[in-house]
């Protein structure tokens, strides 16, 4: 298990360095020099001694493969830049907002889970009746209505039928619990609908796909209670293809929250993308890409470790 | 098959000697004895026995024909001008002039969801099929070439999986700024359909690695074709299944993805119609008293990406139930 492990930790290195390169050549490409959009972005009169001055002093007058050696050294040790807009520290800009936008998606997923195993499980063992095909239909569904517009008909609902208003200011988990999930959840609610669409279609087919093995007609032909051969021999199995579902759309979750956070007026990692991208803040979006990549990247390494440690064979390949 | 059997009356028809001698001794067949039926499976056009096996991708392919039309005949079946601004009429309820009301600049909402399908049809279809493409061409060379171009190209494929969709499209938006030609925003379609690439690449990279192992490669291969030729003649063929399905599937997402883009602010812009655009800035503020602006054009996305995704599943479970999209 220890050998796997290190081996799939350095089979990440390339692929983190890959996204590191594709990010850091992203930036060079959006043409333009960041300091004249910095100091002559509104038109402002600046004299060229200040703006060679600020070059070297942002160490841009090195060659490229140094500056990329800077950026990268100066991200293993914490230091992501300063946004260019606010002037702020990147990683104190990200930080106060990460909170906020990791608890929506871990109730998200919750919801997800907790929509889609009864229903995929349901959906597979009652194959090609009304249940099914509610099921079915109700989850193709979720597929295509965007989450967006799911919280902007939550908020409507609410406000026709509760007078509900999405509240300006966020409350913290452990200041009100109560204020704050009731504030969260119907954003949870909105991305978690697609979410658990994606899980229950994937429950249902791999479920679908295990019962057809010998070992559960064995289990079958043994005598075993159906519920038994259910539970015990076919979910244990169908579940690993939904736990990477599960996890890869876990990492994907803040691509949904982009877009749901503004319907709520949240002030999360999402809300601070557009706004990065619409002020052509760069420092700020490099930042962000790359911790989501990041991101996704070290999801996929647990999940990798998750399937080794429930699958033994895996390990031993 | 020999054309003077073919039998247009549906009857069963004798074939072979055991269907013969079937009918040359009826003594032999029992009461209650299993019929066998040995009519000649009627060759059906593929769209028919599309329609016929799947009734839900049908449905889908309705809905897809519907829209295309509603985009073709746009200015006729529009009962306004999208762009027309009536102050009179300012969020005016659905009502027999206004079917399903009017925003808060007058505007018929019909005409500009029925005008938003042009845009949503031509952004979902020409980013999906240049994204599809390029990553089909990506996959069947990797696949072809193998050993360290294989590798490089998987490396860099895992590089932009690594970047949620939206993120990724964001992030092109940024870099690349606007390229209008034609009226369509060039850099929004290679923005949608960029995260595509190494999805669809994947997909048809593990097909041609079956084909590339099959006998006829190697002796095509002997024969001293090019690669061009053993490329476009043998594989490309085997692997047109997987592409259709992909870029199908990817309608979609790409219609989804650019009415997320829109709603944002970063993708079509005003006056434009486009079913994002229109639930974006002005319509949050109307909720209460114009709520008609906000459900409309999202019943159509979601319509318009069920379909597709309907029509996708529906095409996968026909030409090849074991491609994982």
Redesign the interface.
């Known amino acids: 298990m220890l050998r796997y492990i290190v081996q799939r930790l350095l089979l990440m290195i390339?692929?983190l360095l890959?996204?590191a390169i594709?990010v850091f050549l992203?930036l060079r490409?959006?043409g333009g020099d960041p300091v004249e959009v910095m100091l002559r972005g509104e038109g402002a009169n600046v004299p060229q001694e200040i703006i060679e001055a600020e070059r070297v002093r942002l160490g841009l007058d090195k060659p490229i493969v140094v500056q990329f050696g800077r950026w990268l050294g100066g991200m293993l040790t914490g230091d992501f830049g300063v946004s260019m807009w606010t002037g702020n520290p990147v990683s104190h800009e990200i930080a106060s907002r990460l909170q906020l936008s990791i608890q929506v998606a871990v109730m998200a997923t919750i919801l997800a889970v907790l929509l889609a195993i009864p229903l995929g499980t349901l959906s597979a063992l009652y194959k090609d009746t009304w249940i099914d095909h509610l099921i079915r239909v109700v989850s193709?569904?979720g597929?295509?209505?965007?989450s967006?517009?799911l919280g902007?008909?939550i908020?409507?609902l609410l406000?026709?039928y509760f007078h509900w208003h999405p509240p300006l200011t966020f409350t913290p988990l452990l200041e009100n619990p109560r204020e704050n999930l009731l504030q969260l959840i119907w954003p949870a609610l909105a991305v978690g609908y697609r979410y658990s669409s994606v899980a229950t279609r994937m429950m249902r087919s791999t479920l679908l796909e295990v019962l057809q093995e010998d070992y559960i007609r064995t289990a079958r032909a043994k005598g075993v209670y159906e519920r038994l051969v259910v539970t015990r021999h076919a979910l244990s199995n169908a579940m690993l293809p939904v736990v990477t579902v599960v996890g890869l759309e876990f990492?994907?979750l803040?691509?949904?929250l982009?877009?749901t956070e503004?319907?709520f007026n949240l002030n999360g990692i999402g809300k601070l993308?557009?706004q990065a991208?619409?002020r052509?803040d760069?420092t700020m979006?490099q930042s962000?890409?790359l911790l989501?990549?990041v991101f996704?990247?070290v999801v996929n390494f647990v999940i990798d470790m998750l399937y080794a440690w429930l699958d033994p064979r895996i390990r031993y390949r | 098959m020999n054309p003077s059997q073919s039998n247009p009356q549906d009857e069963p028809l004798p074939l072979g000697a055991l269907a013969q001698a079937a009918h040359a001794a009826p003594a032999m067949t029992l009461p209650g004895a299993i019929q066998v039926d040995y009519r000649i499976p009627k060759r059906r056009h593929p769209l028919v026995a599309f329609m016929r096996q799947q009734p839900l991708g049908t449905a889908g392919l309705l809905i897809i024909l519907l829209m295309v039309l509603a985009a073709i005949f746009a200015p006729w079946v529009a009962p306004y001008d999208p762009l027309d601004v009536d102050y009179a009429g300012l969020l005016a309820p659905p009502s027999p002039e206004h079917l399903l009301g009017t925003d808060n600049f007058g505007r018929d909402v019909l005409s500009r969801i029925i005008f938003g399908s042009q845009t949503a049809l031509a952004v979902g279809f020409l980013s999906s099929l240049i994204g599809s493409t390029i990553g089909a061409v990506i996959g069947v060379a990797s696949a072809y070439f193998g050993g360290i171009t294989d590798l490089i190209i998987q490396r860099l494929m895992d590089i932009i999986l690594a970047f949620p969709i939206i993120v990724l499209a964001l992030a092109v938006v940024a870099v690349l700024g606007k390229n209008v030609i034609f009226g369509i925003d060039w850099n929004l379609i290679m923005a949608i359909g960029l995260p595509m690439i190494p999805k669809v690449a994947r997909v048809v990279r593990s097909s041609a690695l079956s084909i590339r192992e099959m006998p006829y490669i190697d002796a095509a291969r002997t024969a001293g074709f090019s690669h061009v030729r053993i490329i476009f003649r043998h594989i490309v063929p085997n692997v047109v299944a997987p592409y259709l399905i992909m870029l199908t599937a990817f309608v979609g997402q790409a219609i989804l993805l650019e009415a997320s883009l829109s709603f944002l602010g970063l993708g079509v812009t005003e006056p434009t119609a486009a079913w994002g655009l229109m639930l974006s800035g002005s319509a949050i503020d109307f909720y209460e008293q114009a709520p008609w602006m906000i459900v409309f054009p999202g019943v159509a996305i979601s319509l318009a990406v069920f379909a597709f995704n309907l029509f996708g599943d529906s095409l996968r479970d026909w030409l090849d139930p074991r491609i994982k999209i």
Not at chain 1, 143 to 146: A, F, R, S, W, Y
């Open positions: 390339p692929t890959g996204v594709l992203m490409l959006m193709i569904a597929l295509g209505i965007p967006f517009w902007m008909i908020i409507l406000l026709s990492a994907f803040i691509g949904g982009v877009v503004q319907v993308f557009v991208v619409a052509s760069f979006v962000l890409v989501v990549a996704f990247i």
